[in-house]
T-cell receptor
Framework: DAGVIQSPRHEVTEMGQEVTLRCKPI?????LFWYRQTMMRGLELLIY????????DSGMPEDRFSAKMPNASFSTLKIQPSEPRDSAVYFC????????????FGSGTRLTVV | AQTVTQSQPEMSVQEAETVTLSCTYD???????LFWYKQPPSRQMILVIR??????QNATENRFSVNFQKAAKSFSLKISDSQLGDTAMYFC????????????FGTGTRLTVIP
C-alpha cells in the first residue's frame, strides 16, 4: 500500500483565492481525519469521517472551511476564500475505527497564503 | 474533556545515551489507547509505539519503550542508545477504545540528539 496520499505537497496562493487540498486514505480504512498544524496551536483536529460520513466538524475554524468525502477513497478540504492566517501544514490521516492501531498520516500539505 | 500534557518543550541527549520523554493525560474512561508519534524535519508523522490501557505490560519496540502508569495517568517514552536520526518532535496521543476514535495530541517535545 502506498500509504495516505496527499496533494499538493506545497501550495502558495493569494489571499481570497480558493484552495483545495486532497487526500486518498489507505484502502480498507474507514476513518479519515483532517488536522492542521501550526507553531502557535500545534495539531488541531478539523474534522473526521467514519464510513464517509462527517462525525465531528467542531474543529473547523469557520464557514470558509469545508470538507467532503464522496467515497471511501477520496476526501477534500476546501478553503474559500483563503486568508493569511490559514497558512499551516494540513495533514490527512486514516485508520480502522476501534482497532487502536493509531493513524497513518499523509505527508501533509504546506499551505502559504500571501 | 480529554487532555494530554507534555511538560518538556525541548530536550537534548548525547548520542548513544538514554532519554525519557514525559506525558500525562486526563480521562475518566477506563479503556483507551496511548501512542507516541515522531515527526522528523521531513514533517512526516510516524507512529513509534502504542499501548493498550487494559494491558499492564509496557510496550517495547526495539530501542523504544514506554513506562505506563495507569493509576498516575502517566505514559513516558524511553529511547535507548539514542541515534542522530531520533532528532525530531515527539507527540504523545490518546484515543478511546470504543466510539469516537479521534486522537488527542499533546503539544510535543522537541528532542535533539547531539553527536
Amino acid at each position: 500500500d502506498a500509504g495516505v496520499i496527499q496533494s499538493p505537497r506545497h501550495e502558495v496562493t493569494e489571499m481570497g483565492q480558493e484552495v483545495t487540498l486532497r487526500c486518498k486514505p489507505i484502502s480498507g480504512h474507514n476513518s479519515l481525519f483532517w488536522y492542521r498544524q501550526t507553531m502557535m496551536r500545534g495539531l488541531e483536529l478539523l474534522i473526521y469521517f467514519n464510513n464517509n460520513v462527517p462525525i465531528d466538524d467542531s474543529g473547523m475554524p469557520e464557514d470558509r472551511f469545508s470538507a467532503k468525502m464522496p467515497n471511501a477513497s477520496f476526501s477534500t478540504l476546501k478553503i474559500q476564500p483563503s486568508e493569511p492566517r490559514d497558512s499551516a501544514v494540513y495533514f490527512c490521516a486514516s485508520s480502522w475505527a476501534g482497532q487502536g492501531d493509531g493513524y497513518t498520516f499523509g505527508s501533509g500539505t504546506r499551505l502559504t497564503v500571501v | 474533556a480529554q487532555t494530554v500534557t507534555q511538560s518538556q518543550p525541548e530536550m537534548s541527549v548525547q548520542e548513544a545515551e538514554t532519554v525519557t520523554l514525559s506525558c500525562t493525560y486526563d480521562t475518566s474512561e477506563n479503556n483507551y489507547y496511548l501512542f507516541w508519534y515522531k515527526q522528523p524535519p521531513s514533517r512526516q508523522m510516524i507512529l513509534v509505539i502504542r499501548q493498550e490501557a487494559y494491558k499492564q505490560q509496557n510496550a517495547t519496540e526495539n530501542r523504544f519503550s514506554v513506562n505506563f502508569q495507569k493509576a498516575a495517568k502517566s505514559f513516558s517514552l524511553k529511547i535507548s542508545d539514542s541515534q542522530l536520526g531520533d532528532t525530531a518532535m515527539y507527540f504523545c496521543a490518546f484515543t478511546f477504545r470504543t466510539g469516537a476514535n479521534n486522537l488527542f495530541f499533546g503539544t510535543g517535545t522537541r528532542l535533539t540528539v547531539i553527536p
